[in-house]
């Protein structure tokens, strides 16, 4: 079942309706924001030069660094007075990106959830539990409005009072939950001390996302909970979930192209890759009005299949991102991603779902120290697993940590509300 026909609709036709929006956008933001004018005049694009969606490539890119620069509304292309709602996302270092929405804008975005949830299977008849943050985070507000849309029954618990989410989860029996893959886990976690197996609810799905997930660890999820792990993608400076979701084929994540127009390029030059390589995600808008953005610099790395699904959508699939440009680790020559690390480590039995890197410089040579935490009631020889978790990831990787820890279920810091830290890079 889709939400919106144009869920399937032929490529022609959609061509059609990007290249309409493509122009509207890039005239609406050289109009509007004094940045895009001068990005535009200095690349020498005028917006009658965008007259196909392919001319998307003439234009230049949007980086987060932008968004900083232009703190707090530089990117706003209407007036306070059209805003109807802020978000900011926060990062780690430096200023907020601030994004406003029009009553118009958080239409789009709240049709972009419900189609994420009709393809995750999700109805009217439904309880979704709701326990990604609200605030200024997009996750809880997001999901929350295309959860109301679809006629489903939201249950706002927001971050956070896990006990209270697994009472609720039993007592209002519902069927979808929706948080990061690290408080999913948790949650089974704080429930089985409580004496309650989620596996024996009747939730059937997990939207999980605002986090990477690699398949090992959606494995975990989906066998501690008892459930299908349906992975759901966005970010604030585009609109917040709701860019892209799972159907329930799990094949890739369906990017709604009508109102998000997706490239993958080489984050070194920034030149398109061929269909299906890797590459860095870059997201331009196509129908937002208060915050138009022109070719953003994810940093998400992904994959594009424009086949169409078993499930009938046309809209072109991106692959899981299970890594970002910037938390490539460089460890004496060795280039690896955390997650490279997760995949290799989860595919023991006798350890947890929980791990930490942490980097260190020492004598001016950069070191990794991987803490991996055993299974609960784990009896066997910790030198032994430790051994094969080794050599493991010397033939997957060619690579072997400076030291690797194995700890006692439980030792390592669960994260509650916000999202999981995994690499502490002290250097
Ligand atoms: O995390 C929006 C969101 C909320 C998505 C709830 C899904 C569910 P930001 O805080 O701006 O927005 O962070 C965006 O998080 O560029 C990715 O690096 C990462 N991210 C988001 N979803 C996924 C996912 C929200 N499904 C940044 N898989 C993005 C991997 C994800 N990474």
Redesign the pocket.
Known sequence: MVHRSVETASREDLREIQTERLRETVRNAYENVPFYRDALDDAGVSPADVEDVDDVRKLPFTTKEDFRDEYPTGLFAVEMDDVVRIHA?SGTTGKP?IVGYTQADLDVWTDAVARCLVAAGIGSEDVVQNA?GYGL???GL??HQGIEEIGATVIPTGGGGTQRQVEMLADLQSDAI?C?PSYALYLAETAAEMGVDVRELPVRAV???????TEPMREEIEERLGVTGI???????IV??GVSIECLEQDG?HVWEDRFYPEVVDPATGDPVEEGEEGELVLTTLSKQAVPVLRYR???LTTLNYETCDCGRTAVRMD???G?TDDLLIVRGVNLYPSEIESVVLEFDDVAPYYRIDLRREDELDTLELTVELEEGFDGSVADVRERILTRLSNVLSFTPDDLTLVEAGSIARTEVG?VQRVYDHR
């Open positions: 996302s990106k990604y985070f997009t996750g997001g999901l929706a990061t939207l999980f996302g605002a986090e990477p997930c992975d759901l993608y966005g970010l604030s400076e917040g979930p994540l994810t940093g998400d899981n991102v299970t970002r999202k």
